[in-house]
């Protein structure tokens, strides 16, 4: 088993460029996530996807698109990066329990320098 | 408003020191606590959930207790090797922002 894997693992975008940063698991999770992590603001969710065909915005949304065509695979779409878009991003995967929520397993983050 | 906190930011030790991390919450409808280890240039690593006040569980050096308002990750005698940030996470809510934990030799 990769668990969760992602790609890049670093990339320097120029100002209105756009990229995707892909995040594939083999664990055969429905539940998918992306987070960016800033320095003293722990990690913040961007979008999330319950399922092949679903997803849905978290706490920090605006300028990043996502789609789930399917259970393996949850590409982030930058559509015109900006320097505030400058940060670490992980994605993660889950089992969907009973409770809805459950322990997530990380990939090793992508390092995105927007100048 | 649903929130969590962890404190301290930073904490230094050294080696043999025991101490406590704290993550203190108010999530209405609790659906699990989970304590998760970062190390530098890494993705989080999960550790524990825990469901109920009450709960606890060990790992090696870590002990991780649950309250109705906050949970308490113990370290008993810590190694070099347990430095590392220290995150907290409740339900489906925001991620605390952590304790940088550092282990003196």
């Known amino acids: 088993n990769a668990g969760v894997t992602q790609t890049p693992k670093f990339q320097v975008l120029k100002t209105g460029q756009s990229m995707t940063l892909q995040c594939a698991q083999d664990?055969?999770?429905?539940?998918m996530s992306w987070y960016r992590q800033d320095p003293g603001m722990g990690l913040r969710l961007i979008h999330y996807s319950v399922g092949a065909g679903i997803t849905d915005q978290g706490e920090v949304p605006n300028g990043y698109n996502v789609s789930r065509s399917t259970t393996e695979d949850f590409p982030l779409r930058l559509l015109s990066a900006a320097p505030s878009q400058t940060s670490v991003y992980f994605c993660?995967?889950?089992?969907?329990?009973?409770?809805?929520?459950?322990?997530?397993?990380f990939g090793p983050g992508t390092r995105l320098t927007v100048l | 408003e649903d929130q969590v906190t962890q404190s301290p930011e930073a904490l230094r030790l050294q080696e043999g020191e025991s101490s406590s991390l704290n993550c203190s919450y108010t999530?209405?409808?609790?659906?699990?606590l989970f304590w998760y280890r970062q190390d530098p240039g890494k993705g989080p690593e999960f550790l524990f959930t825990l469901y109920s006040a009450g709960e606890e569980k060990e790992k090696e050096r870590l002990k991780a207790t649950l309250t109705k308002k906050e949970s308490f990750l113990h370290i008993t005698a810590p190694k070099p090797e347990d430095s590392a940030t220290y995150l907290c996470a409740v339900s489906d809510r925001p991620f605390g922002a952590g304790t940088r934990l550092t282990v003196k030799p």
């Open positions: 999530v209405s409808g609790l659906r699990g």
């Open positions: 993660a995967s889950s089992y969907s329990g009973v409770w809805g929520h459950n322990e997530q397993f």
């Open positions: 664990m055969n999770h429905e539940y």
